[in-house]
């Protein structure tokens, strides 16, 4: 889970500028349509929605553009229709990743990712390569400010969670995909200031990635997650500090 956690503080400081602030409401307006479009527009009866909704809030998006988001995807506006695609395949050092898309044009997608892996020292699997290597869970992220790690520790395991880590400033709740919703609201309601909450594809066992490689690796994972259809990357690599460092 260390990997996976470290690449998304990564991902989060870097949101902070605006190209890719604008870049993640891109990403999220489509998981906000495409959740509407699959369960309807109502979030208290659509947990993916609804997780959607939490994570264009804590992105402080406009509700305007939440509202229009969802529209799109109930009918009620125009909009582009987009097919979710999973791409598996292998980064530098042999580790598995595990691509999440939203696309309005598979060929194009498909091209364009292939295209990333080839020239950073990856390559496209088969469907099926990688995935058994991870399992889906929701991770919660807690704020780690004035609140020690017992206390985060009991209230997560009070409302079902799997496991509690520490990370640089922050707490990462495990809970099973069934769950996240129900141990983000225990969270809150205990006084914790959860920052983020996300499904995830989580690897059972990490391959620790130093040095060359794990620069590449980076490099790959960057400009994968700046893929305008790509929603989420996942990989079984535990980057090295001194790599992940370099890129804070």
């Known amino acids: 889970m260390a990997g996976h956690s470290?690449?998304?503080?990564?991902?989060?400081?870097?949101?902070v500028n605006d190209q890719k602030r604008g870049q993640?409401?891109?990403?999220?307006?489509?998981?906000?349509?495409?959740?509407?479009?699959?369960?309807?527009?109502?979030?208290?009866?659509?947990p993916r929605l609804r997780l959607g909704v939490d994570a264009a809030k804590s992105a402080n998006m406009p509700q305007e553009n939440i509202d229009r988001a969802i529209k799109r995807g109930t009918g009620e506006l125009e909009g582009v229709t987009y097919e979710e695609i999973v791409y598996e395949g292998y980064g530098p050092g042999g580790v598995a990743l595990y691509i999440?898309?939203?696309?309005?044009?598979?060929?194009?997608?498909?091209?364009?990712?292939r295209h990333l892996l080839d020239k950073n020292g990856g390559n496209l699997g088969t469907a099926g390569s990688v995935a058994w290597q991870f399992d889906r869970k929701g991770m919660i992220y807690v704020d780690a400010a004035d609140?020690?790690?017992d206390a985060?520790?009991?209230?997560?395991?009070?409302?079902?969670a799997d496991d509690v880590a520490s990370e640089t400033g922050e707490y990462v709740v495990t809970t099973g995909a069934g769950s996240l919703h129900e141990v983000r609201r225990a969270l809150v309601g205990a006084g914790l200031t959860v920052a983020s909450a996300q499904l995830a594809?989580?690897?059972?066992?990490?391959?620790?990635?130093?040095?060359?490689?794990g620069e590449r690796l980076l490099k790959l994972l960057e400009l994968l997650d700046d893929h305008d259809d790509v929603q989420q990357v996942?990989?079984?690599?535990d980057l090295d500090e001194s790599v992940l460092s370099r890129a804070l």
């Open 100 to 113: 999440e898309t939203l696309t309005d044009n598979q060929k194009r997608t498909v091209a364009e990712v």
């Open 24 to 46: 993640m409401f891109t990403k999220l307006i489509r998981e906000l349509t495409v959740a509407a479009r699959e369960g309807g527009g109502d979030p208290n009866f659509n």
């Open 6 to 15: 470290k690449w998304s503080q990564i991902k989060r400081k870097k949101a």
């Open 152 to 160: 985060v520790f009991e209230a997560a395991v009070e409302a079902g």
């Open 147 to 149: 609140v020690d790690e």
């Open 201 to 213: 594809m989580v690897a059972r066992s990490e391959v620790a990635v130093a040095g060359r490689t």
């Open 234 to 237: 996942h990989s079984n690599a």
